[in-house]
């Protein structure tokens, strides 16, 4: 099924839009025997598909890269992808809600798009991304941990806050009247605070794991 997957790559200092192209078929045995040559018809019909992917004039006329799985059933996959920098095909792949299918097939155009525009070898994403630094969900990882531990520290420190009055200071004072109603409302929000701080490092630490699994299993 022709798609069309927009793709963003954000790996400093590159910051690029594309959109990606591309069509899967997958021809049974005797789909391909049907053929006078079934590989060659196979390959002919995804790119046929790619060119009628959108109104792109580019992948129009861009011969697209073929990717070929032969599975021990006899039938043949082929993926024909074509990489895109024209805008208006960015927007427009933008308002297409992904199904199931089309997500998975989303996720390997992207690696697709992003090794292709870095020169890297198949597979070689994962590891250009850690020589540049925290992936996205590292850094969001970061913050939320950083904000959950200020927050219990707040906490911590409001807990022990204890305001006594100087004998010189009457209790009328504006001083004092500062100190009690401090220490009242440091007794009041010492707890909630810490609770909320460990909560955001716990929520944090799921949050983290969930996406790393789902990325991982996509």
Partial sequence: MPLSVPVTITLPPIDHSYTVHTDRQRWSADQLIVETDGRAALENAVRENV????????????EADISVTEHPDGSIAMVGRVLCDEAD???AARRHHLDAA?????????????E???GLAPGGLRAEKRR??????????FARMSIGIILTAVGAAMSTYDYQRPDN?????????FGQQADKTCN??????????ALFVLFAV?????????????
């Fill in 132 to 141: 540049s630094g925290w992936t996205f969900q590292e850094r969001t990882l």
């Fill in 102 to 114: 089309e997500a998975i097939e989303a996720k390997a155009a992207a690696d697709w798009a992003a």
């Fill in 206 to 218: 799921i949050s983290h794991v969930t996406t790393t699994r789902t990325s991982k299993e996509g």
């Fill in 116 to 118: 292709k525009h870095l």
């Fill in 51 to 62: 060119r009628k992917s959108s109104t792109c004039v580019f992948a129009g006329l861009t």
């Fill in 89 to 91: 095909c960015h927007t």
């Fill in 169 to 177: 200071l009457s209790g009328g004072s504006l001083s004092a009247v």
């Fill in 188 to 197: 009041l929000l010492a707890f909630p605070t810490i609770v909320a701080g």
